[in-house]
């Protein structure tokens, strides 16, 4: 039921409060103003509603104090006082927000704070209320067994809380994120129910963020430069470009990024940013098309104890914004664990606490393992879970001070085993755990905004221009990519050079030609390969933002091919310059014109090879070995070492040959190179010998088609290639999780689990950005 009361004149400013009225069920007030909060709550005399407010008040004037607080650093006041400026004094009153996703309105429109109430939040202002219940998360091992990630978990996340799943290494953390973002692997099932608002989970892109534990950044880039390009990837291109600008700087200062906003990211030979400031850029692009729903997998990891609260405290700003931030953490210093709103603790995959971070200490105290004084409660509550600490006490047993402590502790009487039954037991039995349940049934009753949205807001054109932009920057700063591979072409073009020097017309110079032309054809396109694991860090990011919807996957292949297009030339002619003009080859610019363009063309290929590898092997290495051996496939049958007709019918010659984009290749240039020449013949009372003839007897080419429809073949193959990333990254995301739903239905059927069809979620690796 929905009541409306008395609207404001203004833009409304309103709460919505949930709760469960004795007997009508779920009642949901807009209220314009914290009066009128008040007001609704009197007139519904309901004491879950009063005590909703109380707690919101309470958090929300926590949170005012919190931001004096964060006031003793330099950047987070300068944040803040930039915000409130921003949105304050002169508030970004675009006409373009409207048409960024309603998740991405809030903080330049609606979101502000008042020192007198609660945080207003707008009707059309969607917050996120994430449930989950009865979420089970299993693998399939070998011999039909299951292996349980996640036992039946069920909690929930609001907005303006930050929500920390606790829990030892291996407890479930990043499965109970994955599952709760839709991101779980493949191997993976999953039962249970996700909603966001009151709906069926259906995650997407824009409205939800995700930071990966792994900051996956363009080195060559400053941090400017990142933010930068990220927000026109993403943000409407009607929108003017200096309050692209302005939203840009804003979420530097807010991540208190501004005194790095300069500095590159840093890569394998350029020194950048400190682990602390990377995880804040990280944070930083996810947070600029303003999600509501923020996960972050172990923001804190590999951070010292400083920048670790530094980037929680960001954490806490962020959620106190009204947006609702859940992450998994290790192992917090007590000061961190204060930041907590909420706790989610877990052990093997099972809930042991699941409430307020302030009340877990009580909960443990009551189970019978109270925290002693002045030890870390993460510490102490890890301590109680984690199965690995039995080894440790096992080793401490001979310590005098470890036996004076045995005395007094509780958890020397019980294996780790046990304290997790009882703990979880405990847990169960609780009255935090039946107010889990209903405040899941409170919140997962009311339909609340639908948070699908898009994740990015630019067009096609501007999201591949903003890639090739940006691409072509990366390329050109990152030696690895092609300036390295540069030089080595033009090393190995002045080796072919000098040992092929002006190969001219004699008998012998008949084979020596075709060496040359295959070796440049075949082994010289071969170290395109070089730029394989630049291209690995290229689709690390790309994953990454795919992941998140930034753009879609065709923007990326078109980025890809334009913005390495220049280099790609600028080696082709380099090497075929060198190679043609001192080997002295077929004499006339079209030759040479043509051996560069063939060139061209199998050094493009090589690259597109390569790519449509990397979209089937993402490790580096493995890549390498399969491009490797592809390519050294190709060159067997190319027709040099072994003549084409010589070639085993069966697969070699049909239709390995003609997959081969060196077999065109070499066609193309014996016929570039021979015809029209005429070599001397092995005696000179012998007539000279016609390049035809050579062509066609000596390396059994047919002639009856021209050398550039042997060209043309290249080019069909470069873009095939290109096709084949497309397609298998597509069919990676759209077809998998569908097949992955179905054979899990089946294996649950077969082992006789009762699934209906609602229950098992194809769990989708990558958005549908809507933009192919
Ligand atoms: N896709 C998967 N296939 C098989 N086992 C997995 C998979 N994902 C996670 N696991 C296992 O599930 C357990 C929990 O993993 P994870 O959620 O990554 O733990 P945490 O983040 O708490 O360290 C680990 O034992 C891990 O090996
Ligand atoms: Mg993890």
């Known amino acids: 039921m929905l009541k409306d009361l008395d609207k404001p004149a203004s833009r409304s400013r309103a709460v919505v409060i949930f709760s469960m009225a004795p007997k009508e069920n779920t009642v949901l007030y807009k209220a314009p103003s914290f009066e009128h909060y008040n007001q609704a709550a009197q007139k519904n005399n309901n004491s879950h509603t009063q005590f909703a407010h109380n707690e919101n008040y309470r958090r929300n004037s926590g949170s005012e104090s919190e931001c004096s607080d964060a006031a003793i650093l330099h950047r987070q006041t300068s944040a803040s006082t930039y915000r ?3 949105t304050q004094s002169t508030p970004v009153q675009s006409p373009y927000l409207g048409n960024l996703s309603p998740l991405s309105q809030s903080l330049w429109k609606n979101v502000k704070k008042s ?4 945080l207003m939040i707008s009707p059309d202002d969607p917050t996120a209320w994430l449930t989950w219940k009865d979420l089970t998360v299993s693998v399939s091992l070998a011999g039909a067994s299951t292996h349980l990630l996640l036992d039946n978990l069920s909690g929930y996340a609001e907005p303006g809380h930050m929500m920390a799943v606790m829990g030892p290494s291996g407890s479930g953390k990043s499965t109970l994120l994955d599952a709760l973002a839709g991101r779980l692997a493949k191997n993976t099932m999953m039962t249970g129910d996700v909603h966001v608002n009151g709906r069926h989970r259906k995650l997407s892109y824009g409205s939800v963020a995700f930071v990966t534990q792994e900051d996956t950044l363009i080195g060559t880039l400053t941090v400017r430069e990142t933010i930068f390009y990220s927000a026109h990837l993403r943000l409407p291109d009607a929108m003017p470009w200096s309050e692209k600008e302005n939203i840009v700087e804003s979420t530097i200062l807010e991540m208190g990024l501004q005194d790095c906003a300069d500095t590159a990211v840093g890569n394998w030979h350029l020194r950048g940013l400190s682990g602390g400031e990377k995880r804040r850029v990280s944070i930083a692009l996810e947070i600029l098309m303003r999600p509501r729903l923020l996960f972050l997998d172990e923001p804190t990891s590999g951070l010292d104890s400083a920048s670790a609260f530094f980037v929680m405290q960001t954490l806490r700003g962020l959620s106190r914004d009204g947006r609702t931030v859940l992450f998994s953490i290790h192992q917090p210093s007590s000061e961190v664990f204060a930041l907590f709103d909420k706790l989610y603790l877990l052990s093997g995959g099972r809930t042991i606490y ?4 302030t009340h877990a200490h009580e909960f443990f105290a009551q189970a019978g393992f109270p925290c002693p004084q002045r030890r870390n409660p993460s510490d102490h509550f890890l301590r109680c879970v984690n199965s690995d600490f039995e080894r440790v006490k096992q080793s401490l047993r001979s310590s005098v001070r470890h036996r004076k402590n045995a005395a007094v502790d509780p958890l020397e009487k019980h294996t780790t085993a046990e304290v997790i039954d009882i703990l979880t037991n405990a847990y169960n039995t609780s009255g935090q755990a039946i107010a889990t349940a209903v405040k899941i049934y409170e919140i997962s009753q009311v339909k609340g905004l639908n948070l699908e949205s898009s994740g990015s807001q630019a067009s096609f054109f501007m999201q591949t221009k903003t890639l090739t932009k940006r691409s072509f920057i990366n390329m050109t700063r990152d030696l690895g990519y092609y300036w390295l591979r540069l030089i080595t072409y033009i090393f190995v073009a002045i080796c072919v050079g000098t040992i ?11 084979l020596a030609r075709g060496a040359c032309t295959s070796y440049v054809a075949g082994f010289v396109t071969f170290m395109s390969i070089g730029g394989f694991p630049s291209f690995i860090e290229d689709m690390k990011v790309f994953q990454r933002e795919r992941l998140n919807g930034h753009y879609g996957v065709w923007a990326f292949v078109v980025a890809n091919t334009l913005s390495s297009f220049p280099f790609l030339v600028a080696i082709a002619i380099a090497t075929g310059t060198i190679c043609y003009y001192m080997a002295g080859l077929h004499p006339g610019f079209t030759h040479y014109l043509f051996f560069t363009i063939n060139l061209l063309g199998c050094i493009g290929v090589v690259e597109s090879l390569m790519m449509a590898v990397a979209s089937v092997v993402s490790n580096f290495l493995l890549g390498i070995v399969t491009g490797a051996g592809l390519l050294g496939v190709f060159m067997l049958v190319a027709g040099f ?3 084409p007709n010589e070639l085993p019918k069966i697969f070699w010659r049909y239709p390995m040959s003609y997959l081969s984009f060196n077999y065109w290749a070499l066609q193309g ?8 020449l005429q070599f001397d013949n092995v005696s000179p009372l012998l007539p000279p010998i016609t390049g035809e003839e050579i062509i066609t007897e000596k390396f059994q080419i047919d002639l009856s088609w021209s050398k550039w429809w042997d060209t043309a073949m290249i080019y069909v193959f470069l873009v095939a290639y290109r096709l084949v990333f497309f397609l298998n990254i597509k069919l990676n995301e759209k077809v998998t999780p569908y097949v992955r739903a179905f054979l ?6 077969w082992k006789g689990q009762k699934l209906s069809s609602k229950t098992v979620i194809p769990v989708k690796q990558s958005p549908d950005a809507g933009r192919g």
């Not at 020192?115 to 609660?118: E, H």
Request: net charge positive.
């Open 84 to 86: 409130s400026e921003t």
């Open 115 to 118: 020192k007198s109430g609660p």
């Open 354 to 357: 699941f409430g307020d971070a």
């Open 500 to 510: 092929y020097f002006k190969v001219g017309t004699s008998y012998n110079s008949i």
């Open 641 to 643: 070492f072994r003549l």
């Open 669 to 676: 240039q014996y016929k570039n190179d021979y015809l029209g």
């Open 744 to 749: 899990t239905k089946q294996t649950a059927q």
